[in-house]
């Protein structure tokens, strides 16, 4: 049973570049949510795609954008990017993108590690 | 302002003894937690969670305590095992927001000594 798959795994970028990153959600699940996590925290909540629409954001600046696939997989954008993006970011998969269609709970990839200098 | 809070960046037990993770919460819209181990390299793993309907769930050695009143759930491990060294997240989800898009804690690292 394939889990969740992200690439790259580590991924380095200078100030002002952009970058995307991927994520193949775990067979059978329908929904995929980004996380953020920068060193010495708890993942942060980005947002959550379900539909190939983005049902939830957190609180993140527009230079975070995203998208899903018909095939469910999904892209995590980011413009000109800051220091300060510097973090693991995660993706998570589950099917449903609430409490109360899921009958599963989120499970996450191992992450891309993005440096920026 | 954190939500979820980890007070012990870390916690130090040796094995075969109970190893107890603490969370607290600020948020009182909370209803649904969960509990998250992580592996270096390796995305967080789900581990047990508790609905605010209850007080207690217990999933072999790991047992979660949810008291609404004081805001504060805690993880209970017995009896710990060196395989359990790893960072442990709290997270949680209100009832307002049905999304799976939790608010974690910083995590706890817990190291179990053989």
């Known amino acids: 049973d394939a889990g969740v798959t992200q690439s790259p795994t580590h991924l380095i970028k200078t100030r002002g570049q952009q970058v995307t990153l991927r994520c193949s959600p775990k067979?059978?699940?329908?929904?995929v949510s980004w996380y953020q996590q920068a060193l010495g925290q708890g993942p942060q909540f980005i947002f959550q795609y379900y539909e190939e629409e983005e049902r939830q954001r957190g609180n993140f600046p527009d230079r975070f954008s995203g998208h899903q696939f018909p095939n469910y997989s999904s892209e995590l954008n980011v413009n000109a990017l800051l220091l300060g993006d510097s973090a693991l970011y995660l993706c998570a998969s589950s099917l449903g993108p609430d409490r109360t269609s899921s009958t599963d709970t989120q499970y996450f990839g191992p992450g891309t590690r993005l440096t920026v200098l | 302002d954190q939500q979820v809070k980890q007070n012990s960046p870390s916690l130090s037990v040796q094995e075969g003894r109970i190893s107890i993770l603490n969370c607290d919460y600020t948020n009182s819209m909370f209803d649904y937690f969960l509990w998250y181990k992580k592996y270096p390299a390796e995305g967080p793993t789900f581990l047990i969670s508790?609905?605010?309907?209850?007080d207690k769930n217990e999933d072999g050695r790991f047992t979660v305590f949810l008291n609404k009143s004081a805001k504060h759930l805690s993880l209970h491990i017995v009896p710990s095992q060196p395989g359990d060294s790893a960072v442990y997240f709290c997270a949680a989800s209100d009832r307002d927001n049905y999304g799976q898009n939790f608010v974690f804690g910083p995590g706890t690292r817990l190291s179990v000594l053989p």
């Open positions: 067979s059978g699940h329908d929904t």
């Open positions: 508790i609905s605010s309907i209850k």
